[in-house]
């Protein structure tokens, strides 16, 4: 049966939506818990918020006379993809950039070395709230930016950090974890 109530949209919570620590920090095992304090967030996202993207690669195996009778998973890849937007937040910067190549502050002067050593993995929380305050965190416990869009500077768009991790598998074989709870109250943060 089709229930109008199950229907929702994806909303971030104030405080921000997106935060990153390194792997192996505890992660959250529900939707209400404080984060451990070494996840950061990682301020405004644009409007387009976060997308989560599936590819399954699969061979199908035909009988004769062309009937499909199996289908083999090849590959299956897990990716999270949105457009950080404070360009001004350390904290960004250092997590497109990695934090060794980042220093100072905007107050005493910033310096972004832009090179091609290696950014370390991730690990990764985005909350967000659901109709009828439903809380919903999704848990990345390792994953690694596999793409940076251009980053355009015009006069009329912010300046963002289009960015697309590639989730890789915990101990458990989990790319992510999806921990859903209602809640009396929405938490301001």
């Not at 904290?91 to 091609?116: F, K, M, P, R, W």
Request: some cysteine; charged content about 25%.
């Amino acid at each position: 049966m089709s229930t109008a109530a199950n229907v929702s949209a994806g909303k971030p919570k104030i405080g921000g939506a997106i935060f990153t620590a390194p792997v192996g920090t505890p992660l959250p095992t529900n939707a209400i818990d404080p984060l451990d304090s070494a996840f950061r967030g990682l301020g405004y996202v644009s409007e387009d918020g976060t997308t989560n993207g599936t590819a399954i690669e699969s061979e199908k195996i035909k009988a004769w006379g062309g009937d499909t009778v199996l289908v083999i998973q090849k590959s299956k890849e897990d990716t999270f993809k949105y457009k950080l937007i404070e360009a001004l937040n350390k904290a960004v910067v250092g997590y497109v950039y990695g934090e060794d190549n980042v220093s100072g502050d905007v107050d005493t002067g910033l310096t972004i070395h832009v090179n091609s050593s290696d950014v370390p993995e991730r690990s990764i929380v985005i909350d967000m709230i659901l109709r009828g305050n439903v809380l919903k965190r999704i848990v990345i416990p390792d994953c690694k930016i596999s793409d940076v869009a251009e980053i355009v500077y015009n006069d009329s768009d912010p300046i963002g950090y289009e960015t697309t991790v590639d989730c890789m598998p915990d101990e458990n074989g989990d790319t992510h974890i999806e921990y859903l709870q209602k809640v009396g109250s929405v938490p301001s943060a």
